[in-house]
């Protein structure tokens, strides 16, 4: 609309370092809600944001406003450990992961905003012999649907991680492991921050400290939706809100088959640089990576419990450390820096729902579990469409509500790793 | 960490029990009658609320024995710990 952005090049690089950095353009504006939107997206995390950002590109819907109660990318967009792969076993998993994946790799360049995607490859360790084949089965299962992967022995991957304990005498021996090249990491709150800038451009607002608490039905559909800020119409609801979608559909009093739990993670101090690719190992389960500033980034399993607190128990803390010191001992005197918890929904089949509801006019994109952050544009990319349309994006078509009782589950329990 | 009270050992960690998740699901008498959105209801449905929730515990690594617990999701305060066919507290909304 009229707020056009400046866009981000080597000459407003040096334009701006000539004015001390004191006169940047802010990235998105932070408008007043209007009384009525065509479509409200409740979430301004990285599936929202790119929701909306794919609403207004791909399907010419612009008035659209971003809802979130908290600050923008504050939940789990900025909570996980940044990880990007799509070596999933199933073909309808592979599909959207792999768009999501191809989608990732241009998202600098059309964002006109720096990601940091760095295609470092995804290791995923074998321990047993029965890991090895169901590595092998997988790998095979995954370039049949014309995803890159590979399976590497022992030997390979000592050569690759030099660190990693491959003596024969340890405990959980690594046999070997599968190899994604082209996964790797990207910069978590980049993701939110270039497609909250491109949204915004197109003319979407996008509306933090705005906590949605009821959704006002409309017989068959929907009305709008009661906020913090007071009563916004809308024609049309997306509700991406992650660990709290339970809350928001019980608004309308529609039942999801997810339960939230804690998934924590945590960060030591920097050190130079001795991991230039992500490990995860299902076995001893835990996932690590080095950030750019040179920290280790580290995540494992979920807290067992239901909660919605973004903190969970010690023990899951201690035994991912336990399982990262196994394959490294030479992190054993690293100090950790911090540690954080998300809340995840997690579906029975550990596979998201991105779906049309019974109630008219009202979508939800939820279940994630631990694995949203690498699909956050091609999520938003099918969300739009559903939205848009209407009608589910032949991608997200099987991620279905009704998948429950047709019993057409997609299950990626173990997706082609770890937990999820 | 959560500190459990388990209705005959007494106050343990929760590294001693495993979570079974929402309590008082009742399996239908007759399965083959219902609908399967019924079906799907029972199987995979749950309530997921934010505040008291009522779930299951087993002592898995004591007497090994199931009961329920009233727990907030939010400030996982533990309010209330019954046993298997005793009924919720009156407290609870859920």
Redesign the interface.
Known sequence: MNNKPSKYSIVSLVRNALNYHQNWQEAWRSPEPKKEYDVIIVGAGGHGLATAYYLAKEHGVTDIAVLEKGWLGGGNTGRNTTIIRSNYLWDESAAIYEHALKLYEGLSQELNYNIMLSQRGVLNLAHNLHDLRELSRRVNAIRLNGVDSEILTTEQVKAMVPIMNTSPHSRYPVLGASLQRRGGTARHDAVAWGFARGADARGVDIIQNCEVTGIKRNGAGVEGVQTSRGFIKAKKIGVVAAG?S??LA?MVGL??????HPLQALVSEPIKPVLDTVVMSAAVHVYVSQSDKGELVIGAGID??????QRG???VVQHQIGALLELFPIFSRLRMLRQWGGIVDVC?DASPIISKTPIKGLYFNCGWGTGGFKTTPGSGWVFAHTIAQDRPHRLNEPYNLER????YLIDEHGAAAVAH | MLLIKCPWCGDRDEHEFSYGGEAHIVRPRDPEKLTDDQWADYLFMRKNPKGAHLERWVHAHGCRRWFNVERDTVTHAITAVYKMNEKPPRSSKT
């Open positions: 709290h339970s809350v019980d039942r999801l088959p997810i339960e939230s067992s419990y239901n909660s919605y607190a128990s010690f023990q029975p429950f009782s047709t019993a």
